[in-house]
């Protein structure tokens, strides 16, 4: 299959936004720019347009993928409740990093729920993203845009090395914002909990609506994740990639150490770790001082070394408060090893 490739960088490009609305209204699978991450869209309401995004990406069918929808009229459309707290979340977060697990009222197809009685839906802000699914007005269901276990695409580059001859086509807006995944909310229970952390951070909901909890079992890496999706190995990288907690002094040893067993080292840390390391090939994800700027690149940086460039990356570890408690969620997902200090 051709993969057409629009530029909608700056959200111009109102042409190209029409043919990929129209290619979707056609069931067809199409790539877009959110503002976390891309996303791999298709009709939420066809079971054969969904199976697309499935075949392409290689997803595990038990898997379910998030609804996005451009409004909150549109989000009512596909749940059956939405408790008052989350009338409280969505006025406060939405469109943004947020998506929302609520009780499905059966619209969208069975393949988006992975025939669960619930539905994650999120009303992403990426004006592309807007444009495009106020054009299609169509629920839209888009997983991140990537091979299944590969790092999601935080560029649109990064989406045509996995994906191109495999979709029908892929709206080009320029690099995301966020760059990790939007936060996933399961508002069923008393106490919501947070299924996976995001753009979104803990802080932040407890601010609105008081308590908030965490799987367990994402801190324990015991048990069965709510979300399907959290029980795969994720966002690896094509090298092993060692995560290490402590200071500069302590990545530099594991790096003396490894250099027997490693003929080539790379190192992904913070600029300010970075400046201090020598090894084969180094990439700064930014200052410590902004964990927002180090959870834009972390996708990225796990791209880009190549089996061949080096042989093990080092990682840097980085507090997990914040929005640092998802990119620490990703690093460990990406990490063969993990050091705890
Ligand atoms: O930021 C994002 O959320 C991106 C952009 C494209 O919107 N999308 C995304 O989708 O990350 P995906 O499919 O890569 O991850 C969705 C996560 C998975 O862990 C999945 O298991 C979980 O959400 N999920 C979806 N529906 C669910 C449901 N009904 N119950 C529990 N977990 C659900
Ligand atoms: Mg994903």
């Known amino acids: 299959m051709e993969t057409k490739r629009w530029n909608a960088v700056d959200s111009g490009n109102q042409q190209g936004i029409d043919e990929a609305a129209g290619l979707l209204q056609n069931g067809e699978a199409v790539a877009f720019p959110t503002e976390t991450v891309y996303g791999l869209g298709a009709d939420a309401t066809s079971e054969t347009a969904v199976a697309k995004i499935f075949a392409a990406k290689g997803r595990p069918a038990d898997n379910p993928l998030i609804a996005h929808v451009a409004t909150k009229a549109q989000l009512q459309q596909l749940v059956s409740t939405v408790p008052t707290f989350v009338d409280k979340l969505i006025d406060t977060f939405s469109p943004g990093p947020l998506t929302y697990i609520l009780p499905s009222n059966g619209t969208c197809a069975t393949n988006v729920t992975a025939e669960q009685s619930t539905i994650g839906v999120r009303i992403p802000s990426h004006p592309v993203a807007q444009r495009l699914l106020r054009k299609c007005d169509l629920p839209i ?100 990639m060692w995560l290490i907690e402590g200071p500069a002094e302590k990545l530099a040893e594991v790096i003396a150490e490894e250099r027997e067993n490693y003929a080539k080292i790379g190192v992904i840390a913070s600029e300010e770790t970075s400046e201090r390391l020598c090894a084969d090939q180094v990439i ?48 460990k997902k990406a990490a063969s090893v993990y050091v705890p200090a």
């Open 284 to 331: 700064s994800l930014g200052s410590k001082e902004s964990l927002t700027d180090i959870a834009a690149h972390i996708y990225d940086a796990l791209r880009t070394f190549k089996e061949g460039d080096v042989d093990l990356i080092v990682c840097e570890a980085f507090p997990e408060k914040g929005i640092g408690l998802a990119i620490m969620n990703r690093l």
């Open 141 to 240: 269901a888009a997983p991140s845009a990537n091979l299944s276990g590969k790092p999601s695409p935080t560029t649109a580059d990064h989406v045509w090395q996995d994906l191109n001859g495999k979709i029908a086509g892929l709206l080009d807006g320029g690099p995301t914002g966020v760059g990790v995944e939007s936060t996933v909310i399961d508002c069923t229970s008393e106490i919501p909990i947070i299924l996976r952390p995001g753009g979104v951070t803990k802080e932040q909901l407890q601010e609105v609506i008081g308590d908030v909890m965490v799987d367990p079992a994402l801190a324990n890496a015991v048990g069965r994740p709510k979300a399907p999706g959290m029980k795969y190995r994720h966002y690896a990288p094509e090298v092993p």
